[in-house]
């Protein structure tokens, strides 16, 4: 694991000087104060250890499609985010975290159950309908159409540690009428439903949507509130701040922040789209549209740290900052990664990851160990000094060790299955494994196993399975092993295309 860690050295933080310091400047009590000082003290101690005991607050803000050097912070010289940045130099940022899953459903799944996406057989989109019977050689595999009501959400578990939990944005988990965030744990749920993108983005945030595999289109609306002109990242922005306003002092809260944004439909604010265009095209990263939309979801989450700021809150808050998968091939360039969002590639599953806030002891440094969504549920447990619940995160690690003064993380194996067709440049069904800087990557369809190491390699461009027989072969086998253990489900052969034959 490698930390930067810049210190600067100080007289008052030097144990020895503090104690010759208090030592020197010893006072004489009188007697008959000695009792009373005693008392104060005490109860000073009291009032310190009842502090110390509060539960800390939790915000999780996830951004839709975020790609990961789309962070002023990641590298980005295009991309505007202060106030994302100043989450990142005030904690931990993880620079080789990564989504569950190459879209969007099954990370969320993945985060707010701390399982991987093949152990729930959750792993395809909502309600996908890329799969063409005519075209593709195999059958895509089974999955599940909502977050099944038997798992015992992140949500849940701080709700029934005494928590209020909020939800405010995008859901995409399932729908009406028993899929929703508050059958899922939530209290108050603005705007998620069963749809992964808004109408629009502009009031009165409505659309429709094409219906996979018909000529049938679907009406949708992100939030039914707002007025003409509103913007929907400004409008769960500020309706988020009234909740911790209004309900932030009552009990510890839960703020899960799934931004819609920066999902398609492109639309951005006029303003902020027209200064990005005033950059010249060559120093471009990405679209003026896109870039202003990363630049409002930088607002939104000022706008909830000033209200927690507000509040006297900032020090009891725990922040967790991080994306479902890698950034849109049309939105912006992911270089030096390779590919985008829905490939399994890095540009599809590397994302950023930032933690802060109430225990993390480690300021403005980097950790460099592999870590993914599902990591992130047992995370909050340990830092919010809660009972953790292994037999539900099962496949999850907290990754406080890397947040604490002290400790470290062990590099550990993380594991992809993705027996889905999907329509993104690169994309192809696959399964995956990273163990330390090595990655793997083997196509459901073709059978081709691919094997690159990222230390030295990190675009992905020199395949050395050939030149390494032997690791491939091990690393295949971890693969199995896993999906066999995670039962993941095989895709089958396609009896309507000829040439098919089974792959796991």
Not at 43 to 72: H, R, Y
Not at 253 to 269: M, R
Request: glycine residues 8%; aromatic residues 10%.
């Amino acid at each position: 694991m490698f930390f930067r860690d810049p210190s600067v050295h100080s007289p008052f933080n030097d144990p020895y000087t503090l104690q010759t310091r208090t030592q020197s400047m010893k006072p004489t009590i009188p007697k008959n104060e000695k009792i009373l000082c005693f008392l104060i003290f005490a109860t000073s101690v009291f009032a310190v250890s009842l502090e110390a005991e509060q539960p800390k607050n939790v915000i999780l803000f996830l951004v839709d499609d975020l790609g990961w050097m789309d962070l002023s912070c990641q590298g980005s010289k295009f991309y505007k985010t202060p106030n994302i940045d100043k989450l990142a130099y005030s904690g931990v940022r993880f620079t080789d975290a990564y989504s569950a899953c190459v879209v969007c459903s099954p990370t969320r799944a993945a985060l707010l159950t701390g399982k991987y996406p093949a152990r729930l057989m959750l792993t395809q989109w909502l309600p996908d309908g890329r799969w063409n019977p005519n075209g593709h050689k195999m059958r895509t595999g089974r999955f599940l159409r909502a977050l099944p009501l038997e798992e015992r959400t992140l949500a849940e578990n701080l709700r029934d540690e005494g928590y209020l939990t909020f939800h405010a944005g995008k859901w995409h988990l399932g729908g009406a009428p028993f899929s929703l965030p508050e059958h899922h744990g939530f209290d108050y749920n603005l705007g998620g439903d069963d749809h992964g993108a808004p109408g629009s983005f502009f009031h009165p945030f409505k659309g429709t949507w094409g219906i996979p595999t018909t000529k049938l289109r679907a009406s949708k609306q992100a939030f039914g509130g707002g007025e003409k002109g509103d913007y929907l990242t400004d409008v769960l922005a500020e309706g988020t701040v009234k909740l911790i306003k209004e309900n932030g002092r009552k009990k510890p809260f839960f703020l899960y922040f799934p931004f819609y944004a920066v999902h398609t439909p492109l639309q951005g604010k006029k303003g902020k789209i027209e200064r990005y265009k005033q950059v010249p095209k060559e120093e471009r990263q990405g679209n003026p549209v896109y870039a202003a939309m990363v630049e409002s979801v930088d607002d939104a989450v000022g706008k909830v740290m000033d209200a927690v700021r507000e509040l006297g809150m900032e020090k009891d808050t725990l922040v967790l900052f991080t994306s479902d998968n890698g950034g849109f091939a049309r939105a912006t360039n992911h270089a030096p990664l390779r590919a985008n969002k829905g490939s399994p590639y890095e540009g599809g599953i590397r994302v950023p990851l930032i933690i802060t806030g109430a225990g993390v002891e480690r300021k403005g440094t980097t950790c460099d160990v592999p870590s993914t969504s599902s990591d992130l549920y047992p995370t909050i447990l340990e830092m919010a000094g809660l009972p953790m619940r292994p037999h539900q995160h099962i496949d999850g690690r907290s990754l406080a060790g890397a947040l604490k003064g002290k400790g470290s993380l062990e590099v550990q194996p993380i594991f992809w299955h993705y027996p889905h067709y999907n329509q993104h440049p690169q994309s192809a069904p696959h399964s995956v494994i990273r163990s330390d800087s090595w990655k793997l990557i083997e196509f459901l369809e073709t059978g081709k196993i691919e094997l690159y190491d990222l230390a030295k390699d990190l675009g992905e461009s020199k395949d050395l399975s050939q030149a390494k027989p032997e690791l491939t072969k091990e690393l295949l086998a971890l693969l199995h092993a896993w999906k066999k253990d995670v039962r993941a489900e095989p895709m089958l052969p396609n009896p309507l295309v000829e040439g098919s034959k089974e792959k796991n």
